[in-house]
């Protein structure tokens, strides 16, 4: 198979294990041949992302006060190729068919640790501006491809013995891949399988439902739809864990639930109707909806694989059509959002009395206001709403729009706010 983007490695103080159809190959890896993994690989098959904090500070703290004793006090990076090469003298070239499953598994903060170390040094070398002290995985990679050859002028006086060498230390690794790579089922159940692999390893806990939905490609369309309808709210998505995003996936997949609850009844894994998500816990239990989100799509009547590997594609049209809407819907609710405490009070009400709002606007000693901004768009408006508030106004639409809803929230939000503030009022 023809190798565009490879990484060569070599490992010391080897050992190899297979079980099944997975081969496990251990031992200690010096830094330097981190950069070629940094150079081809990503943690795009890592479901949670990596950013600095104090893991990583702790990291290279320890990399700057006590190398040597590095391996023993991390477990290292976990990778997985599924298209490898064995060289001689326990070297191996790494390759990979598919980013999105294979790559770095595990060990994302040891990475990005180890390679902010790299970097910054090289950068203090060749006298370039050093690096934010706050960095996501994706503004690391940036500014490591912008500055790699900073990173080959000082590996090359290291190796001239120029200067001292600062990355003369080992880092655990764990390498998996198929038990026998010519055989074509052997690789498909290999590749099958690293889900569960990241699910069990990462920080030995159960991995987020969102996190996994992620990984199996559940979230994909409604990525791309709202990219096409939003694409402002779209960038804001955390659609991966630890990415940075200032909206959370599970707010999208909460809205995802208002026209999803019109469809058919679908079947789970088990043959049980998957039950939609009633609309109180649209505002107030968001991880049912993910869980119930994440059940829906596994059903073999929403998804289906493509390859033979975990990742999924939808095929169920209705959940594209209630996509569709849900893309459309961060705008609307953002509209109704601001809108609400203005025609609230019109109608005749105190809106910023209400003891939920107030807490919402005011701080403790409800002097001060706060900034406030809309759920999704992130824009400054005058007031904070509870969720319970909004959504059931949100929840009355359709599976398909009869009109165009921002022009129907024009023309009848108002009058809908004084019917709605005449049901708070009692309360």
Excluded at 110 to 136: D, F, M, P, Q, W
Excluded at 245 to 257: M, P, R, S, T
Excluded at 286 to 313: I, P
Aim: charged letters at 25%; aromatic letters at 10%; proline letters at 4%.
């Amino acid at each position: 198979m023809e190798k565009t983007n490879s990484a060569l490695i070599k490992l010391d103080f080897v050992t190899e294990q297979t079980v099944g159809e997975i081969t496990k190959i251990i031992g200690l890896m010096k830094a330097k041949f981190l950069i070629p993994i940094i150079d081809v690989m990503g943690l795009d098959a890592n479901p949670r992302s990596s950013r600095t904090g104090q893991v990583t500070d702790a990291i290279i703290d320890s990399l700057d006060n006590e190398p040597l004793l590095f391996p023993f006090k991390t477990k290292g990076i976990l990778l997985a190729s599924s298209c490898f090469e064995r060289l001689e003298r326990n070297r191996f070239r790494l390759s990979t068919e598919d980013q999105n499953i294979e790559g770095i598994l595990d060990g994302g903060h040891n990475t990005l640790a180890v390679g902010i170390y790299i970097l910054s040094h090289a950068l203090e070398y060749t006298k370039r501006k050093a690096l934010k002290s706050s960095v996501t995985w994706d503004d690391f990679k940036k500014a490591w491809a912008e500055n790699r050859d900073s990173i080959d002028t000082y590996l090359e006086d290291i190796r001239n013995s120029k200067i001292p060498n600062t990355i003369d230390f080992y880092i655990p690794i764990e390498l998996l891949v198929p038990k026998n790579i010519e055989d074509r089922a052997c690789v498909d159940s290999f590749k099958n399988d690293l889900l569960e692999i990241c699910a069990a390893r990462n920080n030995n806990v159960q991995l987020q439902t969102s996190a996994k939905a992620n990984q199996r490609g559940y979230f994909d369309e409604l990525k791309n739809l709202l990219q096409k309808y939003n694409p402002s709210v779209c960038r804001q998505v955390e659609w991966k864990t630890n990415d940075g995003g200032k909206i959370k996936v599970q707010d999208i997949i909460a809205l995802a639930w208002i026209p999803l609850s019109f469809m058919t009844n679908v079947k789970d894994v088990n043959g049980r109707s998957i039950e939609p998500v009633s609309p109180n816990k649209i505002y107030g239990a968001k991880g049912s909806c993910m869980a119930q989100f994440e059940k829906l799509m596994s059903s073999t009547q929403v998804t289906f694989e493509t390859t033979n590997d975990y990742r999924r594609e939808l095929s169920n049209t209705e959940v594209a059509t209630a996509f569709a809407i849900t893309a459309q819907l961060p705008e609307l609710y953002d509209y109704i959002y601001e809108k609400f405490p203005e025609y609230y009070n019109t109608a005749g009400g105190k809106y910023k009395a209400i003891t939920a709002v107030k807490k919402m606007n005011y701080d403790t000693n409800n002097k001060k206001k706060k900034n406030i901004v809309a759920p999704f768009s992130k824009r400054g408006v005058p007031t904070a709403s509870p969720d319970g508030f909004i959504v059931p106004l949100v929840c009355g639409g359709r599976i398909i729009w009869t009109t165009d809803p921002k022009r129907f929230l024009e023309n009848n939000l108002k009058k809908i706010v004084s019917d709605y503030y005449g049901i708070l009022s009692v309360c």
